[in-house]
């Protein structure tokens, strides 16, 4: 048998541990970062939102014109199969869709290369580690802008993450733990793989555009009506931003992590705020009680084992 | 023996053929696209202008901060090897330097994420069949602008293609086997993979920035000094490019491409310009002559069979 438990893998058919997941160095998935993808939780046993991931997954690969060989329910069902194998109660599960390589004869044409499916289960790992998360976040605003939409659309999550990449060397040398990149006409998008929210006279505001629409934002927004936190979707100036009483992240694999600074800036007492905490703490009171989940089924190891 | 005849690979310290060439999809180098490259071509036995590249790909490679464990020494004698092993007199050489994954404890640090070479040298592939360039390339503008400068530096040579590839869907539709990207000014850039020039009363232009420093567009622009054609690097707008007299293309795996369109309109009676044959016959006849070659030391090969 396989060590399958630091994480196991599918790649267009078959399962393997995940050490053994790789692609091409010839695959445009790689070689032209020709691939979209998503990433769903799995807490305590159970999936959080996995239709809203699968069904924003199917809409970044037609915004891609891929078209993998698996439906939706197929994909579903790998993904079961996939965090079964590796056993993981705790996991972090991506599903790739990335176009291979068109044949010789079309070197530069996208639409005569096919599209396969690929999907991993690892262990759980925080966005940020959680003593970090405790004290706040450290944010900044670096130089490098993000990627505008007329160029890469960010509804369709992918990974052309230079300006972000570039943003993390930014903070890293700023003493902080992430970037926030602002668009080119100077309002706050996103950072690396999360949403951002701000909090100023107890409402709560998110960027409406130039961000990947996330599913871990929208339930922030969920959270607000229940709470009765009014919540605007606009644009926020960085200077809107820097000035907010709290600013907050939400992600997959971080939940909502409240920041403690901006630019050097303390916010409220070098720490969490009360707005944050509060959605924190509802978000994962929620999530306890089963809010949104899937129980992950493990017996679906058995039937990839037989298969 | 492993059979390297369809090509041969480098990664990390080990040979391989090109078919088990693989990237761990754990690995930034593809989960992010935090990667550069250079490619290089090899021409019945010999590279051309090898330490163009080789010095591109360093500058590249510092630009994102990358510092893998080879020298431009050493890269050189792998680059030697790996063509060598394939066995290729006319090959597409590509040299990668990608970022492995930072540990679990540091999640978004790319500065602690180790950087790796991978080379590989594949059977040479026109960017067009030679019938097409026979005809004349046909080009378009597409919608999608390219990445801009200001997010993803072009002269740090990426996978970032999102736009590029996007524009060869709208050139598929169009009917044109090339798009050209403009920037957010409405000037134009690049395309997929290659550098323009337009000819217009006599005189070549191609555009100073947000494109990468071809090191075919530099044998152009030598070879425009050597036949007396001025030469101008300025910002070219798309109602300039549309009315030239003449546009061509240069590019590793293409060398100097005529179009014959350009968004429909024809350029001289639908077929290559005599600026750009001109330029294209000089180009090969130079190249036959051992313009910048180096000679590929298939000796390398058994070298690296005893090592």
Chains 1, 2 share one sequence.
Request: some cysteine.
């Amino acid at each position: 048998m396989s060590d399958y438990t630091k994480g196991a893998a599918y790649i267009d058919g078959s399962y393997m541990p995940l050490s053994e997941a790789k692609i091409p160095v010839t695959h445009w998935g790689y070689r032209r970062s020709d691939v979209t993808y998503d990433v769903v939780g799995v807490w305590d046993g159970a999936f959080f939102r996995l239709d809203d991931h699968l069904a924003r997954f199917r809409a970044s690969m037609e915004r891609m014109r891929m078209v993998p060989k698996e439906s939706d329910d197929e994909i579903r069902a790998i993904v079961h199969r996939t965090v079964a194998l590796s056993g993981l109660t705790r996991s972090y599960v991506a599903m790739d869709c990335l176009r291979a390589a068109p044949p010789p004869g079309a070197p530069r044409q996208p639409s005569q290369a096919p599209s396969y499916i690929m999907v991993m289960a690892m262990p759980w790992a925080w966005v940020a580690p959680p003593e970090v998360q405790e004290r706040g976040v450290r944010l900044m605003i670096p130089t490098v802008r993000r990627i505008p939409a007329t160029s890469v659309d960010p509804r369709g999550k992918n990974f052309h993450w230079g300006d972000l990449t570039a943003g993390q060397f930014e903070a890293e040398e700023a003493g902080a733990d992430f970037a926030v990149l602002l668009d080119h006409d100077g309002n706050v998008t996103e950072g690396a793989g999360f949403n951002v929210f701000c909090v100023t006279d107890g409402r709560v505001a998110t960027p409406a555009r130039g961000t990947l629409e996330g599913v871990t934002q929208k339930s922030v927004m969920e959270l607000c009506e229940e709470m009765g936190l009014p919540l605007e979707v606009r644009d926020i100036s960085a200077e809107e931003f820097r000035e907010a009483d709290e600013i907050f992240l939400s992600t997959t694999a971080g939940g909502i992590m409240p920041a403690s600074r901006i630019d050097g800036r303390m916010l409220g007492n070098d720490s969490p705020g009360p707005v944050s905490l509060a959605l924190k703490a509802r978000f994962w009171e929620k999530r306890a009680e089963g809010w949104h989940a899937t129980p992950v089924d493990y017996a679906a190891a058995e039937a990839s084992a037989a298969a």
